[in-house]
Each structure stands twice: as structure tokens, then as C-alpha cells.
């Protein structure tokens, strides 16, 4: 790429990703009525109407408002958007816009941003470096539609969401795990142009060697582990997820149920026979763990997890993706809401890693047994609240993504955390053992 087409290019791609997002978002909530857009389908998400127009208020305070310098459009606003401000289960109280409201203000904000693109020179600053603040927008909302995408698996009520099922080439079934050596390798990234704060920056880390699967559990390993009395069993599980199994009555994966003899699921809004060859899905940090230990093998570390997916020891790089540098297609990961579920265990073997480890970007994201700490070096960056208040022994740290992310908020170096509790994210787990 020339000096004078960088910019062009950064303002083409800063668009893609804008564009997709906002289709996006249209998919997510055009097809539900008013009354469900504005219901709380569960106390541990926001009615989906709030998403709608907090992904709009979001774009305004950063482009609009920091970049652009431009006043606010709705000031009386900012408050009942702020995530920090609002908890989610108080937020169907607050006097929200309405869903044609939150519509028009969502749309009234992109406008004023495409021309602010057009116009604005993608260096200069920290924000608008590489184009960083519209890409950062545009993971934003991705993230947001993840979320509610979320809402849509907890919602009751007929379907409202359809995708074809994934059908990727399998290839020769590759073997059950595989040995990552010892040594140093580079974790983490100072080159990706829109990796966020938690990513930065790029540094060397030493694991020893360990062995690790090549593919995600599947449901029926998982169902194994429930069949053999793993719910029942103290011994598999950490003192607090024994405490949360029991006071919740939890014998299964979020949203299984047992009938006539065999296992049966709900997603979105369609009950079917759980799958046995998929990833295991809708289980919490301690259910994974409990699994593992169940299993004689452990969780592995978030090192570990990022060393198996980016380290080639041909050349002793550290690549963006377990296939390489180049961005995701189709054919290496099911990424992007394509499809509502996640591909069989074993696909996409052109997305495998230089060790033969497959679907480590997609399907589902894996839980790690690492808290979600920050790197050496680490600094805020554009505000503390996006990674820094989290970090701590309460979040555990997972990767990969899901079949619910989008390419633009998902990469070899890319860091999601939770609170080991949560079952309703689309999370799954691969397991390790010391070499």
C-alpha cells in the first residue's frame, strides 16, 4: 500500500466496518415488535431498546463529541446510557427513548459521522491513529449486538431470527490433542491498529510445554461428564461453583432439559435434541473447570490458550490468527452471526493452527483458567472503564470468539472476561494437561 492510499484504505475499511455493524443491529431488532424491544427478557440483560440507543450514544460521545469537538445532540440523554451508571436490571425503569426514537437518534449520529469521516485525517492523535476511533466504535457495536444477540437466546416466544445451519468441510478428523512446545513466545500485540488497551502490548511470555486439545468439548463429552454424577460429585468442583450448582439446583448446561429419555435444547426460540457432535455451550467457568478436573485434565491458562493459536515454531512468529496474518474467511471460521450455532467439532481444518489446533477463532468463546489481569506495560487508553476496572481476581479471562462475533472484534490477540458465574454468553471450553 502507498503513503497516499493508506488513508483512503483505513477510511474504506473504518467504513465496511461501520456499515456492517448498523445491518447488523437492523437485523437484530427490525424483526421484533415494540413490546418485546422495550422488555426486560432477563434481569442480566437491558431491554434491547436501551442497546439500541446506547450504541448511538456511544458513537456520539466518542466521534462526535471528542474527535469532532461538536456539542452534544442530546445531553438530557447521556445519563440513562452510561453503563457504569445503570445497572442492567434497574434500566427498564429509566425513561428511555422510545424504539422510533432510539431509531431516528442512532441513525441522526451515523449520518454526522460518515461525513466526519470523509473528512477527518486518520492520524495525528491517539484517537485518530489508523483510524482507531471508528474502528473502536465499530467493535463497540459488535459487541452490543453480540449482546443482544444474547437477548434473543433468553427471549421466550416465537422465533424471529433465522440463519442457515453451518455445513464447513470437516477434513481428516484430526487427533484428540497435540503437544505445543516449551519456550518464549510473543503475547499480545503493539501492531494491530484497532486492538484495544487489554491487548496492548506485545511482550514475551515463557510457558512450558503442554498438550492441549484440538478442538472445543462437545456436547456429547459434556454429557458424559452429567451422566457419570459430575453435578453431584463435591470433588470435581471449586467451593464457590458447588455453592452455585446447589442453590440454583444447575444438573445441565443453560438451557437443557431432560425429556423422554434424552437431552433436548431451546435456541432462539426452537427446541431441539442437543447435538452431541457440536461444542459444548452455555456453561460457566465452573462447569468447565469441574469438567476438566472430572476429566484428569485442567483449563488451560490464557498464555497457553494464545500460544496454541498464534505461535508458528517453523519461523517463531506469533501470527494474527492460528492460519496466518489474513483477515478471516468462511472457510476459516464461523464468525459473524452467519449462523445461529456452532459449526460440528472438528470443522474448518483451514483454519487450524500451524499445530493442528482447529477452532480456536469462532464456534464458541473458551473459558481459560487465567483472572483477567492487565500486561506489562499496560496502559488505559482512550478510558479506564473499558478494561481497567474490571481487572482482578473476579473476572476470568476467555478467547477465541463465538459464532456471535463479528471479524472486527475478534483476533488472535483479542481478550474477553466474565464473571466465572455466567452461563448465559455463548461459552465453551477446550481442555490441557502438563506435557
Given at each position: 500500500?502507498?503513503?497516499?492510499?493508506?488513508?483512503?484504505?483505513?477510511?474504506?475499511?473504518?467504513?465496511?466496518?461501520?456499515?456492517?455493524?448498523?445491518?447488523?443491529?437492523?437485523?437484530?431488532?427490525?424483526?421484533?415488535?415494540?413490546?418485546?424491544?422495550t422488555?426486560?427478557?432477563?434481569?442480566?440483560?437491558s431491554?434491547?431498546?436501551?442497546?439500541?440507543?446506547?450504541?448511538?450514544?456511544?458513537?456520539?460521545?466518542?466521534?462526535?463529541?471528542?474527535?469532532?469537538g461538536?456539542?452534544?445532540?442530546?445531553p438530557?440523554?447521556?445519563?440513562?446510557?452510561?453503563?457504569?451508571?445503570?445497572?442492567?436490571?434497574?434500566?427498564?425503569?429509566l425513561?428511555?427513548?422510545?424504539?422510533?426514537?432510539?431509531?431516528?437518534?442512532?441513525?441522526?449520529?451515523?449520518?454526522?459521522?460518515?461525513?466526519?469521516?470523509?473528512?477527518?485525517?486518520?492520524?495525528?492523535?491517539?484517537?485518530l491513529?489508523?483510524?482507531?476511533?471508528?474502528?473502536?466504535?465499530?467493535?463497540?457495536?459488535?459487541?452490543?449486538?453480540?449482546?443482544?444477540?444474547?437477548?434473543?437466546?433468553?427471549?421466550?416466544?416465537?422465533?424471529?431470527l433465522?440463519?442457515?445451519?453451518?455445513?464447513?468441510?470437516?477434513?481428516?478428523?484430526?487427533?484428540?490433542?497435540?503437544?505445543?512446545?516449551?519456550?518464549?513466545?510473543?503475547?499480545g500485540?503493539?501492531?494491530e491498529?484497532?486492538?484495544?488497551?487489554?491487548?496492548?502490548?506485545?511482550?514475551?511470555?515463557?510457558?512450558?510445554a503442554?498438550?492441549?486439545?484440538?478442538?472445543?468439548?462437545?456436547?456429547?463429552?459434556?454429557e458424559?461428564?452429567?451422566?457419570?454424577?459430575g453435578y453431584?460429585?463435591?470433588?470435581?468442583?471449586?467451593?464457590e461453583?458447588?455453592?452455585?450448582?446447589?442453590?440454583?439446583?444447575?444438573?445441565?448446561?443453560?438451557?437443557?432439559?431432560?425429556e423422554?429419555?434424552?437431552?433436548?435444547?431451546?435456541?432462539?426460540?426452537?427446541?431441539?435434541?442437543v447435538?452431541?457432535?457440536?461444542?459444548?455451550?452455555?456453561?460457566?467457568?465452573?462447569?468447565?473447570?469441574?469438567?476438566?478436573r472430572?476429566?484428569?485434565?485442567?483449563?488451560?491458562?490464557?498464555?497457553?490458550?494464545?500460544?496454541?493459536?498464534?505461535f508458528?515454531?517453523?519461523?517463531?512468529?506469533?501470527?494474527?490468527?492460528?492460519?496466518?496474518?489474513?483477515?478471516?474467511?468462511?472457510?476459516?471460521?464461523?464468525?459473524?452471526?452467519?449462523?445461529?450455532?456452532?459449526?460440528?467439532?472438528?470443522?474448518?481444518?483451514?483454519?487450524?493452527?500451524?499445530?493442528?489446533?482447529r477452532?480456536?477463532?469462532?464456534d464458541?468463546?473458551?473459558?481459560?483458567?487465567s483472572?483477567?489481569?492487565?500486561?506489562?506495560?499496560?496502559?488505559?487508553?482512550?478510558?479506564?472503564?473499558?478494561?481497567?476496572v474490571?481487572?482482578?481476581?473476579?473476572?476470568?479471562?476467555?478467547?477465541?470468539?463465538?459464532?456471535?462475533?463479528?471479524?472486527?472484534?475478534c483476533?488472535?490477540?483479542?481478550?474477553?472476561?466474565?464473571?466465572?458465574?455466567?452461563?448465559?454468553?455463548?461459552?465453551?471450553?477446550?481442555?490441557?494437561?502438563?506435557?
Amino acid at each position: 500500500m502507498t503513503t497516499a492510499s493508506r488513508p483512503e484504505a483505513l477510511r474504506e475499511r473504518a467504513l465496511a466496518a461501520l456499515t456492517a455493524a448498523r445491518a447488523r443491529t437492523a437485523a437484530l431488532t427490525d424483526p421484533v415488535s415494540e413490546p418485546d424491544l422495550t422488555a426486560q427478557h432477563s434481569p442480566l440483560m437491558s431491554p434491547l431498546v436501551w442497546d439500541l440507543a446506547h450504541i448511538g450514544n456511544q458513537e456520539e460521545l466518542w466521534l462526535l463529541r471528542n474527535v469532532a469537538g461538536q456539542e452534544f445532540l442530546r445531553p438530557d440523554i447521556n445519563s440513562l446510557y452510561d453503563a457504569f451508571e445503570h445497572p442492567r436490571s434497574e434500566r427498564p425503569k429509566l425513561p428511555l427513548l422510545g424504539p422510533r426514537e432510539a431509531r431516528r437518534y442512532a441513525a441522526d449520529v451515523r449520518g454526522r459521522v460518515f461525513d466526519l469521516l470523509e473528512r477527518t485525517p486518520l492520524e495525528g492523535s491517539g484517537l485518530l491513529d489508523d483510524g482507531f476511533a471508528f474502528g473502536m466504535i465499530a467493535q463497540h457495536e459488535q459487541q452490543h449486538d453480540e449482546t443482544m444477540l444474547i437477548t434473543h437466546q433468553l427471549r421466550r416466544g416465537a422465533p424471529v431470527l433465522s440463519a442457515p445451519d453451518p455445513d464447513p468441510p470437516l477434513g481428516p478428523p484430526p487427533a484428540a490433542e497435540v503437544l505445543v512446545p516449551g519456550g518464549p513466545f510473543t503475547m499480545g500485540t503493539s501492531a494491530e491498529p484497532w486492538s484495544l488497551d487489554n491487548e496492548r502490548p506485545a511482550h514475551t511470555r515463557e510457558t512450558a510445554a503442554f498438550w492441549i486439545d484440538t478442538v472445543p468439548v462437545t456436547n456429547a463429552a459434556y454429557e458424559a461428564f452429567i451422566t457419570d454424577g459430575g453435578y453431584g460429585e463435591r470433588r470435581w468442583w471449586a467451593a464457590e461453583g458447588w455453592d452455585q450448582i446447589r442453590a440454583h439446583e444447575i444438573e445441565a448446561p443453560l438451557f437443557w432439559r431432560r425429556e423422554a429419555g434424552q437431552w433436548l435444547r431451546r435456541r432462539f426460540g426452537v427446541t431441539e435434541p442437543v447435538p452431541g457432535d457440536e461444542p459444548v455451550l452455555h456453561v460457566s467457568w465452573y462447569e468447565a473447570d469441574a469438567y476438566a478436573r472430572w476429566a484428569g485434565r485442567r483449563l488451560p491458562s490464557e498464555e497457553e490458550w494464545e500460544k496454541a493459536a498464534r505461535f508458528d515454531p517453523a519461523s517463531g512468529r506469533s501470527t494474527r490468527y492460528p492460519w496466518g496474518d489474513d483477515d478471516p474467511t468462511p472457510a476459516h471460521a464461523n464468525l459473524g452471526q452467519r449462523h445461529l450455532r456452532p459449526a460440528r467439532a472438528g470443522s474448518y481444518p483451514a483454519g487450524a493452527s500451524p499445530l493442528g489446533v482447529r477452532q480456536l477463532i469462532g464456534d464458541v468463546w473458551e473459558w481459560t483458567s487465567s483472572d483477567f489481569l492487565p500486561y506489562p506495560g499496560f496502559r488505559a487508553f482512550p478510558y479506564r472503564e473499558y478494561s481497567e476496572v474490571f481487572f482482578g481476581p473476579g473476572h476470568k479471562v476467555l478467547r477465541g470468539g463465538s459464532f456471535a462475533v463479528d471479524e472486527v472484534a475478534c483476533r488472535g490477540t483479542f481478550r474477553n472476561w466474565d464473571l466465572p458465574v455466567r452461563r448465559q454468553i455463548f461459552s465453551g471450553f477446550r481442555t490441557a494437561r502438563d506435557a
